[in-house]
């Protein structure tokens, strides 16, 4: 017969019964003694971490990167030092405002995060499926965030709200008009592209650096559900999304993506008519061809879904030598706040969890803090410099510095000499669009900002026409004739 395994307690003594608890006769009560009936009730009180506060619904899976192109012109990554190199990456998919049972065709952008765990320490793509965001300072995240989430006294979702803040913040028309499009609810996670969205930099062997952005292309093409067929589907099977995408993989169906990235010189950032580092905007594809570089394919489900989606943690901070930030305020933020998000979430030593831990060996003077659950560091130092120890620095992996154009530190309007929020979405809409997008578009729109009520109804509906009409005429009118309102100028 097949060996059986014990039975045991987390100590790991075995023990006799798991479904009657210890008392006194078999219908008296339960004696305090039976530590093993309140080490599983303890256990399942706690097995809720808190949820994200963004990003809270996803699914994720293993896969391989390989470099198709040679882009070591651009970065000494050892990654791209060869074409052929390949490493093994985790990607985690998301909608942004729902709760952790929310429906998977909701309105929303989605999360496109990539980890690839290279030969010289983790990088992670911490992306969307839009090249673009609403908001270009990190200050004003938890308030737009707010406002995409419910209302305070009702715990309802809130046109009104969502809506007066679009409306006061007209820098969200670029992504309001990819949010209202059929690509805000995308028919899968396979079908979707994604976008590192910020720029970020890439450093060549003789430290130099050009800007970057990076763009995930799907290989099953893009597809979308029209806004009536989301609703549908968020009743038929709010978890549609991560069904699809795990039946694909497990059927042997690998989703695939071309990497490709946008180059600008640090000359041509000088001159280029918007700003650079401006995350409302893109840069023309005429004016910044696509570059190929690689091809990623996600062919594993994890084993364990809360061992390796619930507890991974991406960071953009997380970028390895001839890779690195740029000026762009929301990546600078972003740098900061997810490691942060990540500690309270998961603890100081979330990068010790497998799903998290580079391929890399890890060596440094941290030490301690909760589940720490590696060697601590053994009996070495945890001081440097030292004179024990072979640890060094690396000084060939900096960064060759930076050259900033003003040294007066200020509360700068973002706005001030870049308050063009309204050419490109008026590209995308009157050029990019066919008709029928655009009219799917209208009625979107339309149909949230019916939703708007209250004593502020009006004046908040005739400031985001004012907007619409900035971008194109036809969207105005379209919005104005499906609410049945006059835009007053
Ligand atoms: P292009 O004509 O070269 O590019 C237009 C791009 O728009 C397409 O390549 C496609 O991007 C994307 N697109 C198509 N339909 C939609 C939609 N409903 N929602 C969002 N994106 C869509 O023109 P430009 O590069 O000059 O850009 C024109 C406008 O296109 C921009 O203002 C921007 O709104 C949008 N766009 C531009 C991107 C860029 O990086 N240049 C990227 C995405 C959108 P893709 O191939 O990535 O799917």
């Known amino acids: 017969m097949e060996k059986k395994k014990k039975l045991t307690t987390a100590a790991g003594i075995p ?91 909701e309105r929303d952008p989605r999360g496109f995060a990539i980890k690839f765990y290279t030969e010289d320490g983790n990088w992670d793509l911490v992306g969307n499926n839009t090249p673009v965001f609403f908001i270009k ?35 969200t028309m670029h992504q309001g008009i990819v949010l209202f499009s059929d690509r805000g609810t995308p028919y ?14 890439m450093i060549n062997a003789r430290n130099e650096r050009v800007w970057v952005k990076y763009h995930i292309k799907t290989q099953q093409g893009i597809k979308n559900f029209t806004g009536p067929e989301a609703d549908e589907m968020r009743g038929k099977n709010p978890d549609w999304a991560q069904e699809d995408f795990i039946k694909a993989i497990e059927g042997g169906n690998f989703p695939k993506w071309t990497m490709k990235i946008q180059v600008m010189t640090e000359e041509q950032a000088k001159t280029f008519k918007w700003n650079p580092f401006d995350l409302t905007k893109v840069w023309p594809h005429g004016d910044f061809p696509l570059i190929d570089v690689g091809v990623m394919e996600l062919n594993q489900i994890p084993e364990n879904y809360f061992r390796d989606v619930e507890q991974s943690a991406f960071a953009p901070a997380h970028v390895v030598d001839g890779l690195g930030y740029s000026f762009d305020k929301m990546l ?55 004179s024990f120890d072979d640890i060094v620095a690396m000084p060939d992996q900096k960064e060759p510095p ?48 019916k939703g708007i009520c209250g004593p502020k109804k009006d004046e908040i509906i005739q400031r985001q026409l ?19 309102v006059t835009f007053k100028g």
Request: aromatic share 12%.
């Open 15 to 105: 023990y006799a019964k798991h479904e009657d608890s210890m008392t006194v006769g078999p219908r008296g009560p339960i004696l305090l003694q039976d530590f093993i009936l309140h080490e599983k009730m303890a256990h399942f009180n706690r097995e809720r971490i808190p949820e994200r506060v963004v990003h809270a619904k996803g699914t994720g899976a293993f896969g391989k990167f390989t470099v198709t192109h040679d882009i070591s012109k651009y970065t000494r990554a050892g990654l791209f030092r060869k074409v052929g190199n390949e490493c093994r990456v985790f990607v985690r998919f998301s909608t942004v405002g729902g709760e952790k049972g929310s429906a998977d065709t």
């Open 137 to 171: 300072d990190p200050k004003k995240f938890s308030d737009f965030i707010h406002t995409q989430k419910r209302n305070p006294k009702t715990n309802l979702k809130d046109a009104t709200m969502f809506w007066d803040f679009f409306s006061l913040n007209p820098e």
């Open 188 to 201: 899968s996670y396979r079908n979707m592209n994604g976008y590192g969205s910020h720029t970020f930099s």
């Open 332 to 386: 600078q933020g972003r740098l900061l706040s997810y490691p942060d998000a990540h500690r309270y979430r998961l603890g100081a030593n979330y990068e010790q969890i497998p799903v998290n831990r580079p391929i890399t060996q890890v060596n440094n003077y941290e030490r301690d803090a909760s589940m720490r659950v590696d060697d601590n560091g053994g009996s070495s130092p945890n001081y440097h410099p030292n």
């Open 402 to 449: 930076m050259v900033l154009d003003s040294n007066v530190a200020d509360w700068y309007d973002r706005n001030e000499n870049d308050d063009d929020h309204f050419t490109q979405p008026g590209m995308l809409f009157e050029k990019v669009m066919t008709p029928q997008e655009q009219q799917n578009t209208i009625n979107n729109i339309v149909g949230h900002m």
């Open 466 to 484: 004012g907007h619409f009409f900035k971008t194109s005429q036809k969207l105005g009118e379209g919005v104005a004739k499906g609410l049945g």
